[in-house]
């Protein structure tokens, strides 16, 4: 089934008992904005906040890493999320930091999970309704996880890799060291022997997804077929995931997200950073 649903399709869907919607918006450090505080002021009715620094390893001070499975099935039945629920992520942007919400459900097990093709902005242009103020607690559910380990790269793989192929989602810019990095005092560059396959190549202009067929051929151009193993990166294991649903729409494996990504590489004195 796509990962992506239209927004004709979730209003149809708004009051199914097995629905959850999560707003998944995550602002850069050079954005201006937080995530739940938009999320108060208007979004989509029924929907829940789903904070991607919470719903995280809080042991470790690289943002928003991969929690532990039991940590995220806590957290996941907290929400109210169960093993039979259907979920939807979206996001303030279009495809942004959605997909990372749709990326963890996978790597912990959940395949019922999918992204809003062109997030709020598109349902708002639509004129479909939104709600503003405080949302209740959700009922409590029951989430057990099944870890998907092979979804997941760390450092240890990045610096041991052979055959794997790395695609970075950063702008085009960042990857070749030209602009500096949001992340004060973090150098840009790029791992080296990765591709530059910035996020936005995969949208249109209005926040929404490419067709298959386009996405086929974008990953074909970086050197991407259905036997190639990939691992897909960018800042911090956010937009990484945009190429990843991007892959799995295209027909081709969706390989692994490098979570610790660029803040961790660049971060490190042992590891070489490229530019070009």
């Not at 940590?71 to 093993?83: H, P, Q």
């Amino acid at each position: 089934m796509d990962p992506l649903v239209t927004t004709e399709w979730l209003a149809a869907q708004l009051g199914a008992a097995d629905l959850v919607m999560f707003d998944a918006t995550k602002y850069l450090p050079t954005d201006g904005k937080d995530g739940a505080a938009e999320f108060a002021l208007a979004h989509i009715p029924g929907a829940r906040f789903f904070d991607i620094d919470v719903i995280a390893d809080p042991d470790t001070a690289l943002p928003h890493m991969v929690p532990s499975p039991g940590r995220f099935e806590t957290l996941m039945s907290e929400l109210g999320v169960s093993n039979a629920s259907r979920v939807v992520f979206y996001d303030q942007k279009g495809i942004a930091s959605s997909p990372r919400g749709w990326w963890m459900m996978g790597l912990f097990g959940h395949d019922q999970a999918f992204v809003l093709d062109g997030g709020l902005p598109k349902w708002r242009r639509e004129g479909r309704p939104v709600e503003a103020g405080s949302v209740p607690l959700p009922t409590p559910a029951t989430f057990q996880a099944s870890f998907r380990a092979a979804r997941l790269r760390g450092i240890g793989d990045m610096l041991a890799r052979t055959d794997d192929l790395v695609l970075d989602a950063r702008p085009a810019g960042r990857f070749a060291g030209s602009i500096p990095e949001p992340r004060v005092g973090l150098p840009s560059g790029h791992i080296p022997g990765s591709r530059s396959v910035p996020s936005s190549s995969l949208l249109h202009p209005d926040g929404t997804m490419l067709d298959p067929a386009a996405l086929h051929a974008a990953f074909a151009a970086a050197g991407v077929d259905d036997t190639q193993s990939v691992v897909t990166s960018c800042g911090s294991g956010v937009t990484a995931t945009i190429l990843s649903l991007g892959l799995l729409r295209a027909g081709l494996p969706q390989g692994a997200v490098y979570d610790g990504s660029w803040t961790e590489w660049a971060g490190r004195p042992d590891t070489i950073k490229e530019t070009d």
